[in-house]
């Protein structure tokens, strides 16, 4: 079939008259008529959100380049499995704070992050979402058995990287989702370098003390004057500490809602249920 292509140019050619007509209007009554051709952000989820333009996002700047970009989807099975992914603190802050950039810290198969770029999505809102992970496990991944933590070595060298990557294109968000295969500390460092600040970080990754408190401290650095930290894991002692601790020394209050915890950067707008 053959497609007829309709340049700017030539609709502009073709409304000439009017513009003249419009113009010399406007100069009866001492207005000077210009006019700007911007073009219209596409919305899809296949291409960069609208509020994350390309030459300013993530991708374009750590990348320059898609990397989904030929990935080998059908080679690897869909398997979205997370924990506590999809709890409903993420539409709460997601609509509190409009978001147009989400840092992750600790994305495993990318259950938390397809969940939230889902809520985007829905509800319009052109978000990148920046994952960062090693990929590599943390250590209870590590030391458990059972299908959950399967890291999917091969040759003693973990493969869950490329489960995370075929499932965010199955979902159809490889759009908007950029990973990041590095430690949060590396991770930090980078993002700080580019000047990246997000208006949620959700922090995710190890549960020990000290690197829980790591994260935030990092990342909290990278949250914009009126962001929100959303932690995972509260009912583990070291998560739980760290986090009370943390909002301590930056005098902010704790909310704790079952798995999760929030703190806000700026003035603090409860969430409800705790
Ligand atoms: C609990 S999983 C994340 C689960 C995910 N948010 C979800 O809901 O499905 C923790 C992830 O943190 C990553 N991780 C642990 N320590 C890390 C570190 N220091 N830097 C980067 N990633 C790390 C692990 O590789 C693992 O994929």
Same mark, same amino acid.
């Given at each position: 079939?053959?497609?007829?292509?309709?340049?700017?140019?030539?609709?502009?050619?073709?409304?000439?008259?009017?513009?003249?007509?419009?113009?010399?209007?406007?100069?009866?009554?001492?207005?000077?008529?210009?006019?700007?051709?911007?073009?219209?952000?596409?919305?899809?989820?296949?291409?960069?959100?609208?509020?994350?333009?390309?030459?300013?996002?993530?991708?374009?700047?750590?990348?320059?380049?898609?990397?989904?970009?030929?990935?080998?989807?059908?080679?690897?099975?869909?398997?979205?499995?997370?924990?506590?992914?999809?709890?409903?603190?993420?539409?709460?802050?997601?609509?509190?704070?409009?978001?147009?950039?989400?840092?992750?810290?600790?994305?495993?198969?990318?259950?938390?992050?397809?969940?939230?770029?889902?809520?985007?999505?829905?509800?319009?809102?052109?978000?990148?979402?920046?994952?960062?992970?090693?990929?590599?496990?943390?250590?209870?991944?590590?030391?458990?058995?059972?299908?959950?933590?399967? %890291?999917?070595?091969?040759?003693?060298?973990?493969? =869950?990287? &490329? $489960?995370?990557? #075929?499932?965010?294109? /199955? @979902?159809?968000?490889?759009?908007?989702?950029?990973?990041?295969?590095?430690?949060?500390?590396?991770?930090?460092?980078? %993002?700080?370098?580019?000047?990246?600040?997000?208006? =949620?970080? &959700? $922090?995710?990754? #190890?549960?020990?003390? /000290? @690197?829980?408190?790591?994260?935030?401290?990092?990342?909290?650095?990278?949250?914009?004057?009126?962001?929100?930290?959303?932690?995972?894991?509260?009912?583990?002692?070291?998560?739980?500490?760290?986090?009370?601790?943390?909002?301590?020394?930056?005098?902010?209050?704790?909310?704790?809602?079952?798995?999760?915890?929030?703190?806000?950067?700026?003035?603090?707008?409860?969430?409800?249920?705790?």
């Amino acid at each position: 079939m053959q497609r007829t292509v309709i340049s700017i140019d030539t609709i502009k050619w073709a409304l000439r008259p009017l513009y003249r007509v419009v113009q010399w209007v406007g100069h009866a009554f001492g207005y000077r008529l210009s006019v700007t051709v911007t073009p219209v952000p596409r919305r899809g989820w296949g291409s960069p959100p609208p509020a994350a333009p390309d030459a300013g996002s993530v991708r374009a700047r750590l990348y320059g380049r898609d990397p989904f970009e030929g990935f080998p989807t059908d080679a690897y099975a869909a398997d979205l499995r997370g924990w506590h992914s999809t709890h409903p603190i993420f539409e709460q802050a997601i609509l509190a704070v409009r978001p147009t950039t989400i840092i992750e810290v600790g994305s495993w198969k990318g259950a938390s992050a397809v969940h939230m770029a889902t809520i985007c999505r829905r509800h319009g809102l052109g978000c990148e979402i920046v994952c960062v992970d090693t990929w590599l496990g943390s250590s209870e991944h590590l030391l458990s058995r059972g299908d959950e933590f399967d %890291l999917r070595f091969r040759h003693g060298y973990p493969q =869950i990287y &490329y $489960v995370f990557m #075929a499932n965010v294109i /199955a @979902s159809g968000f490889a759009g908007c989702i950029c990973p990041l295969p590095n430690t949060s500390e590396n991770a930090h460092h980078v %993002l700080k370098q580019l000047g990246v600040q997000a208006g =949620i970080v &959700y $922090v995710d990754a #190890a549960h020990h003390y /000290a @690197s829980v408190w790591n994260d935030l401290q990092a990342y909290w650095e990278l949250l914009t004057e009126n962001g929100l930290l959303i932690g995972d894991d509260y009912e583990w002692d070291d998560v739980a500490r760290a986090a009370r601790d943390f909002a301590e020394s930056v005098g902010r209050p704790l909310e704790v809602h079952g798995s999760k915890y929030v703190i806000h950067r700026g003035a603090s707008a409860s969430h409800g249920a705790r």
